[in-house]
């Protein structure tokens, strides 16, 4: 028991004595004898005035006068006078319900039936009027938030003036220099055209190039080299991958679920689409309207419906426990998570707060919560069993392949009918066992040889369409007022839409949420694009523009971009296009000595460390082993668990299964994005497991072995050639005199295995620091 | 005090992998304080343990058959009573579910100075009760594995939450810079897997190490690529050099960049890990005596004995927390008798002198003092059978544990459940509880002990959690 509070005790004593009697003397008599003790003792250490002021008030309740109970905590009221058993405080006592009070210990059934006379009494007590209400908990309101900028609509402002006038290559340019004008700074020189080349390939398509492709952008002397090679690398199907990876961190993308690691075969069908998706340059807000509301979409085909239906796929790869028992609690864990996600992917909200209580920080009250979560709450995620399971559905088909699987199912189902029939011996002589076993063997093979329908991971519509309550403390146990479906008050500009009877509301969501007046969406996307190009976004904080996250670096810029995405139809291509053709971006990395060290203002670029794709790729491509198969599934459909699964394929790391249990070594290692949550900003950490992986683990011994024999069987090359094509391949660069001739040196004390001395001396070239860096 | 850590911070410090204060002594430079995200750090107040030691018995061990004395189920033993069953009233509200009450299996004795009540299902741990201090009230979340397993480890049932361990390291850091702060020994692949020894949202380094996997033998308990196994360590001596010389070439492009001379560091810290932890994962390196005592050589015993020994060495080179698995990867892991209790006897061989001997040993080498050592599972079970067999359900509602050293005491008994061992009616601890208490233990202040994420700060206990006074030294 905590140690009793000598100021309550006083306290309390205070409060009766001064007050009026609010009740006849014997009940009064009644609440001083009995109640008021067992209050003070029992109940004052978590719910009194003194605990609010040491921060340890729970549940929002007071015990220290009659109105507070009256009026009661987050619950609600906890005693209506006359009823004890509609009183919530009688229930907790009584240890019969949710709340049991107090927490450690059912108290003797003596003095709950004393609380149950002292409220059908009426609950006589002192009158307290000096009582007041808990102060509001709320944080920010949605007025006050109108007033932060992430929440008031983009405005396009002009590019400002600039005095070097010769300098900038674009309006991205202007935004830049001013900045660094108004601080009396100067960029950087122009990055080395070589080195240019091997940025520009790892950031749009996330290879890297080879030497000849390396030589023949630094030996194109027309004005517009730098631009044929960036459309050339835009229009690549490698852009898709690489850029479609980013945005399956931050859709949390995977494959199995962590509980008992259940593979979700069809997980990839969505991992295509985003790929697919960015190679044909879909209009970024159908892209998002797709993936929260495809499947009420209209479409035109049968493709199109499949491909809309594969996007939804998004809102189910929450790595859900379906094993939770409490199935109310699950329905609701899993609109908690899509939620989440979908705030942090599209708004860079941080939504769960309100979850409980209204945000502390941000405009965002319950109420809004739960206006959301009524709409995600109309649609169905899972089908519920002991282990619940996701939904899978058949996609749409053309017409012809149609025919071809009805075809096969009517056959199946023939003789389904009549194997049915002869175990029955409803068709008259039942066949003899043999003749039945005859049948099932065919059965058997035609479905295991006959067409297969192909399935996604969708949500469905539930049959009955509703609002929700407001969870109480996020308790589905606990729910309080109705809350009619609708969007985030405080990023809700233009008419109020109108939410049908008849849908869940998710289409008007999404429709919200790719609106141009959206003040987030469009700022948060472009923001995303700068900080995947340029290693840190102009908000750095890439998943939070609440008010705990970081303010804009170049506020007018952010919103510059955001306004002309949404003028120029949403494409990304055409803004990562403006972006990287800056002068900004082709700056060098070289830094000197400057009052930014965290270099805000970008005078010069980022250096930036390979992510694990990367990494794993260009060892791939230096070795020889890289294969660019495009799409597809990447895994046995037999494989069940995700346990201790090894992808070997030499195919890019996007297409490596993404399994929560089984990732491979390099990603572990190399900071791949946590795939239960959604990340627009990966870590960069440096750590010894990398040094380790990088010295001894096989892939890399064996990788390493696979280049040196492709080295070696360069038989025009001399040594000092093969070591300048071996520096060309790996860290898009020739070596240095004094790197040639330790190249030699190595190469010739270990002349007795030529092979094994070459694949030493590859396994250091991708162990060393320009391997892993990009400049 | 809260930790709140920057990002560039960790972009600065990270730089130094789990090896920091060694790369500092390398570099002739002292390490400034407060840089390095894992120098042993100070803690909110004065700890009673300096280290953990949490031995999981994945699965569930049936506290009524071990540690729980209820003379009530003997005599009703068979009778059908009406109970509040967990999962079932999580599945259909229902309240009040008629179960057939089973008794024991082992039969219940008190045992030494403190006369606390055991059964035989551990005898040789029982020769330790003294030490002791058990916890029969707690109670906690999660009727399934999945779920309980992950409230066990990282206090919630389903939210991407940073495990104990990884709290842990980030609030107190490492004493061993050649080691990682946070290992777990033989962690099962299931019911949340790495999940229960991840960092989520805590930085990359406050992660733990697995080393081996649960069901899997002890000899796999290694740190990853720890050794080469295609060259000679002269030919990697040489090729190291190359990759010294080679890196010394590129960074003279960028003379003091710290970011860059992290990575050569971290290169010269995994090398000297690769020459010193064999060393210390090489168990032949203990005397037969010290091997007999965890049970090594013996079938039954020797890989859990293992594992055992293999954590005390961990803790004696300034491990911070190290967790040991019982258990394995499948979906009723190891304890989970549902339909077989017997089979417990199975179990508890295996464990049971390993135990006895890690105790044994840590005491003799003066390590309990500032060790704590915890042992349970993630929930316990029913003191009725399950579907009227032989096998009781999992019982979220009411266990026990027991915790022995650093700053608890020992040879007591708190809280309990009612007359049938269902329920913590007693002076309940919550798990929420428990991961207060042990953070008290290690001088954290779980309420202080805050990291910012997602606009917002977390913590292990979430908004809950009371410090167990009543069961501290």
């Known amino acids: 028991m905590a140690p009793r509070s000598i100021p309550v005790l006083f306290a309390l004593l205070v409060l009766v004595n001064g007050l009026q009697a609010g009740g006849d003397s014997r009940g009064i008599d009644f609440f001083e004898k009995k109640i008021r003790p067992v209050l003070v003792e029992h109940c004052s250490s978590c719910h009194s005035k003194d605990a609010q002021a040491k921060k340890k008030l729970r549940g929002g309740l007071l015990v220290d006068s009659r109105a507070a109970l009256l009026k009661g905590g987050d619950s609600g009221p906890a005693v209506v006078p006359g009823k004890a058993q509609e009183s919530l405080l009688i229930k907790a006592l009584q240890y019969s319900d949710e709340i049991r009070m107090p927490p450690k210990k059912r108290l003797p059934d003596s003095v709950v039936a004393d609380f149950v006379t002292w409220v059908n009494l009426g609950a006589p007590a002192p009158e307290d009027s000096t009582a007041k209400g808990p102060a509001s908990s709320a944080g920010m309101s949605v007025e006050e938030g109108r007033k932060f900028w992430a929440y008031q609509l983009p405005r396009k402002a002009p590019p400002p003036v600039v005095q070097n006038t010769a300098w900038p290559g674009n309006d991205v340019d202007r935004f830049i220099l001013a900045q660094l004008e108004a601080r009396g700074l100067r960029p950087a020189p122009d990055a080395d055209r070589a080195v240019l080349a091997r940025r520009l390939y790892y950031d749009l398509i996330g290879l890297p190039p080879t030497p000849e492709e390396v030589d023949a952008f630094v030996q194109d002397s027309s004005a517009d080299a730098y631009e044929k090679l960036v459309d050339r690398l835009l229009a690549s199907p490698a852009y898709g991958e690489r850029w479609g990876r980013h945005w399956l961190d931050v859709a949390r993308y995977a494959e199995s679920l962590t509980l008992r690691g259940f593979v979700m075969k069809e997980a990839w069908r969505y991992r295509d689409y985003v790929i697919d998706s960015f190679n044909a340059d879909v209009p970024f807000d159908r892209f998002i309207q797709e993936q929260v509301a495809g499947d009420l979409l209209p479409a035109a085909t049968p493709a199109q419906r499949g491909r809309q239906l594969i996007a939804t796929t998004f809102l189910v790869l929450g790595n859900t426990n379906l094993e939770e028992q409490d199935k109310k609690q699950l329905r609701m864990d899993v609109v908690d998570e899509q939620l989440e996600t979908i705030c942090r992917a599209f708004l860079a909200q941080t939504i769960g707060c309100a979850c409980c209580h209204d945000h502390k920080f941000d405009p965002i009250p319950t109420r809004d919560y739960y206006a959301l979560a009524g709409i995600l709450r109309n649609a169905r995620t899972l089908e519920h069993a002991n282990v619940s399971r996701w939904l899978e559905v058949p996609l749409p088909v053309g017409p012809e392949r149609e025919a071809v699987l009805k075809k096969h199912e009517e056959a199946v189902a023939a003789l389904q009918m009549r194997i049915k029939a002869g175990r029955s011996g409803s068709a008259g002589a039942s066949p003899s066992p043999a003749a039945l076993k005859k049948l099932e063997d065919e059965l058997k093979k035609l479905e295991a040889s006959g067409p297969k329908r192909p399935m996604t991971m969708t949500v469905l519509e539930e049959k009955e369409i509703a609002d929700t309550q407001v969870h109480i403390r996020g308790s589905v146990h606990n729910l309080g007022e109705k809350v009619p479906r609708g969007f985030l008050q405080v990023a809700t500009y233009g008419s109020k839409r109108a939410m049908p009877a008849n849908e869940s509301g998710r289409r008007q969501f999404a429709a919200w949420l790719a609106a141009a007046d959206n003040p987030l969406t469009a700022r948060v996307v472009v923001n995303r694009a700068w900080h995947w190009l340029c290693g840190a976004g102009l908000v750095r904080t890439t998943d939070n523009f609440g008010t705990t996250g970081e303010q804009p670096s170049h506020p007018e810029l952010l919103d510059y971009l955001a306004v002309q995405f949404v003028e120029e139809g949403w494409s990304m291509k055409k803004l990562v296009r403006q972006i990287v053709l800056s002068h900004t971006y082709r700056l060098s990395t070289a830094a000197s000595p400057s009052p930014d060290p965290e270099n805000r203002l970008y005078a010069r670029m980022n250096r930036r460390r390979l992510d694990a794709e990367c990494i794993r790729d260009t060892v791939l491509a230096v070795s020889g082993q890289l294969i660019l198969d495009r799409g597809g599934p990447t895994f046995k459909a037999d494989l069940a668990a995700d346990y201790g699964f090894r992808y070997s394929e030499p195919r890019r790391s996007v297409y490596a299964p993404v399994f929560r249990n089984a990732l491979p070594q390099l990603f572990e290692v190399f900071d791949f994005a946590d795939p239960s949550v959604t990340t627009g900003r990966r870590n960069v950490s440096t750590v010894a497991p990398q040094a380790l992986f990088l010295m001894n683990h096989p892939f890399i011994l064996e990788q390493a072995r696979f280049a040196a024999g492709r080295i070696l069987a360069r038989k025009d090359l001399d040594e000092a050639g093969r070591i300048d094509r071996a520096y060309r391949l790996a860290l898009g660069r020739p070596p240095s005199a004094a790197e040639q001739r330790l190249a030699q040196s190595f190469l010739k004390s270990q002349s007795a295995d030529s092979l094994k001395a070459w694949a030493m001396f590859y396994q250091a070239l991708f162990g060393s620091l320009d391997f892993r860096y990009v400049n | ?473």
């Open chain 2, 1 to 473: 005090v809260a930790h709140p850590i920057s990002r560039r911070e960790v972009l600065q410090s990270a730089a130094c992998g789990f090896g920091y204060l060694a790369l500092a002594g390398l570099t002739a430079q002292p390490a400034a304080a407060g840089v390095n995200p894992l120098a042993p750090r100070l803690p909110h107040f004065k700890p009673r343990a300096k280290r953990i030691i949490f031995l999981f018995m994945q699965g569930g061990v049936s506290h009524v058959d071990s540690y729980d004395y209820k003379p009530r189920l003997f005599k009703d033993d068979g009778k059908t009573i009406a109970f509040d069953d967990a999962r079932a009233i999580a599945n259909t509200g229902m309240r009040g579910s008629s179960k057939r009450v089973m008794k024991p299996l082992w039969p219940f004795a008190r045992h030494g100075q403190s006369g606390r009540w055991a059964s035989t299902l551990f005898p040789e741990t029982n020769k330790h009760l003294d030490d002791f201090c058990f916890i029969h009230s707690l109670h906690t979340e999660g009727i399934a594995h999945g779920p309980a397993t992950l409230f066990l480890h990282c206090g919630s049932t389903n939210f991407i939450r940073p495990s104990m361990g990884s709290w842990v390291l980030y609030g107190l850091g490492t004493e061993n810079a050649n080691l990682p702060g946070f290992i777990s020994i033989a962690p099962s692949a299931g019911n949340g897997g790495p999940r229960n020894y991840g960092n989520a949202f805590l930085p990359a380094m406050y992660q733990g190490t697995a080393l081996g996997r649960a069901g899997g033998p002890a000899a796999e308990a290694t740190i990853r690529n720890l050794t080469n196994p295609q060259l000679s360590s002269a030919e990697q001596r040489r090729q190291f050099d190359l990759l010294r010389e080679l890196n010394a070439e590129q960074i003279r492009q960028s003379p003091a960049d710290t970011e860059l001379e992290a990575v050569i560091n971290s290169y010269e810290l995994a090398w000297r890990m690769q020459g010193q932890a064999p060393n210390l994962l090489d168990l032949s390196k203990e005397s037969k005596a010290t091997q007999a005592l965890y049970g090594i050589g013996e079938s039954a015993t020797d890989n859990f004995g293992r594992q055992c020994l293999l954590a005390r060495r961990l803790c004696e080179a300034g491990v911070r927390y190290v967790q040991v698995t019982y258990g394995d990867s499948t979906a009723n892991p190891a304890w989970d008798q549902h339909s077989n209790m017997p089979r417990h006897a199975v179990h508890a061989r295996a464990v049971d002198k390993p135990i006895a001997g890690l105790l044994a040993d840590l005491k003799q080498r003066g390590l309990l003092e500032d060790t704590l050592v915890w042992w349970g599972g993630e929930f316990g079970r029913t003191p009725y059978a399950e579907n009227n067999g032989t096998g009781r359900d999992h019982n979220p509602g009411g266990f026990t544990v027991w915790l022995a050293g650093g700053g608890v005491r020992a040879g007591s008994a708190h809280g309990s459940t009612d007359e049938f061992g269902h329920q913590a009616v007693e002076n309940k601890v919550h798990m929420h509880d428990l991961h207060a208490t042990i953070l008290h233990l290690l001088g954290l202040d779980h309420e202080k002990l805050t990291y910012n994420w997602s606009g917002r700060p977390f913590r292990l206990t979430d908004v809950h959690g009371q410090v167990v006074r009543e069961i501290l030294a």
